[in-house]
């Protein structure tokens, strides 16, 4: 009579492998190599030799034959209890999962009109996600005339990275998908240095060359001069700076293109 484990459990509740398991796995007569490895149940080789040979010496211990490297040249077999095999097998499997950490991405959503306890709540619960090590997507969802407005999520993006400072990597800096504004960050890892962005370089550039545009100018452009010389003048924040889309100027304004020149 042939006797078949069942899927059960072992000492500390640690689930010993189905049939299906079992049976991937070699022991006494099943053993169809011409020679094998043997390791004793004490941990010492016993050397090269044919299986019916350490299928006796197993036997006479009162224990198995097990092939646990079938893939070695010769095959390494142990002398081993089997069903002890099987319950330190599913042991190491158990704990390698339990160390195992699954990156997940988190999405949390915000409108361009979202208040600011709400987006301190948010941006804090972004932060609890970074440090449990999950990826996040920030959403800024935008509807209806709110189109017309998308700066204001521009700005919002960049606050939120802003304030996340220190904890955060933008994987993925901040597009337009459709209706919605959309950014991938994930926490920063000890020691990693953030890269400048590029997008922070060329608005600083831009508002320098505005600032020397300011101070060069004179006669009748004298008023878009002072313009551009007050946006170049205010502090450039600090941490990663996306710049918003450009607006249209309004019609009739001294930036309207369609205006004749020195009117």
Known sequence: MRFCLRPGRGPGGIRIPDRRVTERIRINERIRAREIRVV????????????????????????????????????????????????????REHEARKHQRSIELKEVKFR????????????????HFLEEGSKVKATIMFRGREMAHKNLGWEMMDRLVKDLGELVVVEIRPRQEGPNLTAILAPKKPGQVTKPKPAAQSATSGQASAGAGATHSAGSTGAHSAGAGSSA???????????????????????????????
């Open 233 to 263: 003048s205010r502090p450039a924040a600090a941490g990663p700076s996306f710049a918003p889309r450009p607006s249209t100027p309004a019609a009739g304004s001294e930036l309207d293109p369609t205006k004749p020149a020195g009117e």
């Open 40 to 91: 004793d149940d004490e941990g010492k080789q016993l050397g090269i030799m044919p299986p019916y040979e350490a299928i006796k010496i197993a036997r006479e211990r009162g224990l198995d034959l097990v092939e646990v490297s079938p893939t070695a040249n010769p095959p390494v077999c142990r002398i081993i209890n089997y069903g002890k095999y099987l319950y330190q097998q599913s042991k």
């Open 112 to 127: 361009p009109r979202t208040g600011t306890h709400d987006f301190d709540t948010k941006r804090n619960q972004i932060a």
